[in-house]
């Protein structure tokens, strides 16, 4: 073979091969610098062309970024927001997010149980020629019994406006506050969920239809320490906390003197079946049903075989139905063996999910780039079975962490974490997403 001829094949063979490990859509650079954790919510809303996402930046400071999509073409602005007065790298950290009746925007963060503090900002929120612009009060702060992580905001207008703000304060268990004035100021947390002795900590996942209800998908603690780590989910409403059969456990009231424990929940996963469980991603079905996604560590403790699961409520038949739909892979780092890349349903579309693993989902074998992607998943039977696409082929850098921003109005919007996560304390990620309209 000539050299001319063999140069030029060698050219075509290595186009070929690339084009061929290029997604489906366009992965737009968004943010230079952010992290999080997903035990905080929302850390992206939408307003109009907008998009506001909360993070902990690789300088340890709480911040927020308002991306404008200025064309089709990808043609982006971003405008910086730093929050916090205080610097402390942890993707605990990140704050989150809550655009309030009255049209101003929350953020509430906290530092990673390093003291008996909340912090909390509001901002005024109007349109520029620029886009959207944040004009943020002061700092302020709450000292609260405890040292205080994890902040999660929802606000129920047929509760005369009533904020709820969840985080993990007393006991490490998850605490709630609440605040009647629109985030001027709070009421004493108020223990939540109760998992054994202090430092047991179940880990919830929080969702709400902004109305009058609020769900809870959680554990009955850190999967790491509870050998068959359960998933429950109940829910409040009308003052009561409920099983997801609608039944009463008990009313906010007698909350105050007797907490929840996780039994009272109903059983979505058992965690003595195939491994510990661990919660992510919560949503709501065009009926207002509640569709859950969570991990189960098949190999127990090691966490080398993450797998992922969905479940659905359906009323009629009075139940949960669940599965597994797709191998997550390995842990991203020890000792938290159970830290999956992550997985997300898109709540314009609870048939879409979104997963980040480092193996194929189908199948389990190890992807060649050796890193984390992102893969689509789609269903077109409730959830029995799942077709998987590959959006990500980065051969240098990890995609974990993907999240879907709510009223999104988009066919495809996703946003996750591209770069190095070594540990939740040593991190150097960017944001980016897939907007496609």
Not at 157 to 165: A, L, M, S
Not at 230 to 256: C, M, P
Not at 334 to 349: F, L, Q, R, S, W
Not at 418 to 429: L, S, V
């Amino acid at each position: 073979m000539r050299p001319l001829y063999r140069l030029t094949l060698i050219v075509l063979i290595w186009a070929a091969i690339a084009a061929a490990q290029t997604g489906p859509y366009s992965v737009r650079h968004l943010v230079d610098d952010g992290c999080w954790t997903w035990f905080n919510d929302e850390r992206a809303l939408v307003d109009g062309n907008s998009l506001i996402i909360g993070s902990i930046d690789s300088a340890g400071v709480s911040r927020v970024d308002v991306v404008t999509l200025r064309n089709t073409e990808g043609t982006v602005t971003v405008q910086p927001y730093p929050l916090s007065r205080w610097k402390s790298k942890d993707d605990h950290n990140n704050p989150a997010l809550l655009k309030l009746s009255n049209g101003q925007l929350l953020a509430a963060y906290a530092k990673h149980h390093l003291e008996p503090i909340c912090y909390w900002r509001l901002a005024r929120m109007h349109q520029s020629t620029v886009g959207l612009q944040l004009d943020w009060g002061p700092e302020r702060q709450m000292t609260v019994p405890a040292k205080a992580t994890y902040n999660n905001l929802f606000q129920l207008t047929e509760e005369n406006d009533r904020i709820y703000n969840f985080i993990r304060c007393v006991g490490f268990n998850p605490n709630v506050m609440v605040s009647d004035d629109q985030g001027q100021s709070w009421s004493d947390p108020l223990v939540l969920i109760k998992s054994g002795g202090d430092g047991t900590r179940p880990y919830v996942k929080y969702f709400s239809n902004g109305k009058d209800r609020i769900d809870f998908l959680y554990t009955d603690g850190h999967p790491r320490q509870e050998p068959t780590n359960n998933v429950y989910h109940l829910f409040y409403q009308d003052g009561a906390f409920r099983r997801s059969d609608g039944s009463v456990i008990k009313t906010w009231e007698q909350l105050s003197s007797s907490p929840l424990v996780p039994r009272d929940g109903t059983v979505v996963y058992d965690g003595s079946r195939a491994g510990r469980g661990w919660v992510w991603d919560f949503e709501y079905d065009l009926t207002g049903q509640p569709v859950a996604a969570y991990i189960n560590s098949f190999d127990h403790e090691v966490g080398n075989d993450l797998r992922y699961r969905y479940g659905r409520w359906f009323d009629a038949d009075q139940a949960w139905s669940e599965r597994q739909i797709a191998y997550a892979g390995t842990h991203l780092y020890v000792p938290e063996n159970h830290y999956a890349g992550g997985i997300a349903i898109d709540p314009e579309n609870i048939d879409q999910i979104y997963i980040s693993a480092d193996v194929n989902p189908v199948n389990g074998k190890p992807l060649t780039s050796g890193h984390y992607q992102i893969f689509q998943g789609v269903t077109s039977d409730q959830g029995q079975t799942w077709g998987w696409t590959q959006l990500t082929f980065d051969s240098e850098v990890d995609n974990i962490r993907p999240i879907v921003p709510r009223n999104h109005g988009c066919t495809h919007c996703v946003i996750w974490l591209q770069g190095e996560y070594r540990t939740y304390t040593d991190y150097q990620t960017r944001i980016v997403g897939i907007i496609e309209k």
